[in-house]
């Protein structure tokens, strides 16, 4: 009975389905009005492994969940749809907490155009949230991919990277507000950026969830190709110098190895550059050139002198 009342709270806080949305919570299953081109991704985070209780809040955790997920739909450069949330909750989980997250979730949910369509709550030994984020598209070149990279094109990455990685520093070192803090908390999709850029023809892209350093692997590795990387191009979000010092960092390193920024790491063809920069200008975002695609593999990091790093990592415990 407990168990349906938190349920029944949860639909309460959803706002109303979008209007393609038939069906949904209520009814055994969702129905949407589909377009051409359905573009799925799943994200799981666990109580212990990707969050721990004492550090991140309920609603830290609902909005962390769902934008990471819709940042794979920004990736993708897919439209937003619909989220399916599954919920698993220790039995003596407090309800408020678990109501606070998906108020959260929800939130997220009304700012992106995502309807959250279905889920369910069952019992378990820690906290698990899975999110199933279902984006559209009218035709296949709206979407953009990992494995397309080509000789020549220019490696780029949208805003600015360092800030989440900065914020968990000042977080862990007791320093609880701040832009830097709520940037690692609240991390916000690039959904308007990733369609701008897909459409605007770069040929690969990846939101950024484990670090720059990273993440450029998987483009270079899909595409089979090398990405060279000037670190003097990183753009270091404001403030994250300060922090990085004080830690004891370089700043351009703590940028491209720390995770969670999720911007977007694009390849763009040299004829497309124009087209590109000016996709990520409407799209509220900017675009920075940081290198090339070269023949080979993997990804280096050329520091000021012309050496080259090789060793860069980001966070891939995650
Ligand atoms: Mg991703």
């Known amino acids: 009975v407990a168990e349906l009342d938190l349920i029944r709270a949860i639909a309460r806080a959803l706002s109303p389905p979008g209007e393609r949305v038939v069906r949904w919570v209520g009814d055994d299953a969702a129905v949407i009005k589909a377009r051409p081109l359905c573009v799925t991704s799943i994200d799981t985070v666990a109580e212990g492994v990707h969050f721990h209780s004492a550090t991140h809040s309920p609603r830290e955790v609902g909005h962390k969940a769902l934008a990471a997920a819709l940042s794979d739909l920004a990736a993708m450069g897919a439209d937003t ?56 598209a009218d035709s296949e070149d709206e979407l953009a991919g990992r494995d397309a990279a080509k000789e020549g094109d220019v490696v780029a990455v949208t805003g600015s990277l360092g800030a989440s990685g900065a914020g968990l520093i000042l977080i862990e070192g007791g320093s609880a507000q701040g832009e830097l803090q709520e940037a690692h908390r609240r991390p916000q999709p690039r959904l308007a950026a990733g369609r701008a850029l897909a459409r605007a023809g770069v040929s690969s892209m990846i939101d950024l969830s484990d670090g720059l350093a990273t993440d450029a692997r998987h483009l270079a590795l899909a595409g089979g190709v090398r990405l060279e990387i000037d670190l003097e191009s990183i753009p270091v979000a404001a403030g994250v110098a300060e922090v990085a010092t004080g830690a004891g960092l370089d700043a351009r390193t703590l940028a491209v190895t720390a995770g969670e920024d999720y911007e977007l790491l694009v390849t763009v063809p040299q004829e497309r550059w124009d087209a590109a920069t000016a996709a990520a200008r409407t799209a509220g975002s900017t675009l920075s050139r940081l290198g090339e695609v070269v023949a080979g593999e993997g990804v280096a990091f050329r520091e000021g002198d012309g050496s080259l790093r090789e060793g860069l990592r980001g966070h891939e415990h995650r």
């Open 81 to 136: 749809g619909e989220a399916y949330v599954s919920l698993v909750l220790p039995r003596a989980h407090p309800h408020g907490d678990a109501l606070a997250l998906v108020e959260e979730m929800a939130a997220l949910a009304d700012r992106t155009g995502t309807t959250i369509a279905g889920g369910d709550v069952v019992s378990g030994p820690g906290v698990v949230v899975s999110v199933c984020v279902v984006g559209w």
